[in-house]
């Protein structure tokens, strides 16, 4: 049982990450806004595991972020 358990856990961590860089990489593809949106919904599960001392929500980062990223003068 904690073998499958384990097996369960790496394989959704590969998940995770498969689709996290997959948002990623639609940041640089697909129009600026579709792409933040999948961002934001990607960056939502960690929200669950820490939400302790981490008060900004998964929306407000990928804002955050997008503000640094695309400065515009």
């Keep these: ?9 790496v394989v959704n961590d590969v998940v995770l ?12 593809k697909r129009t600026e806004r579709e792409a933040f949106a999948g961002y934001g919904l990607l960056m939502k599960p960690a929200k669950g595991r820490k939400s ?15 503000r640094k990223t695309t400065s515009t003068v």
């Design 17 to 28: 990450n498969v689709s996290l860089t997959r948002g990623l990489v639609s940041l640089t």
């Design 52 to 66: 302790h001392g981490n008060r900004t929500s998964s929306r407000e980062r990928a804002r955050a972020f997008y």
């Design 1 to 9: 049982m904690a073998v499958s358990l384990r097996a369960k856990g």
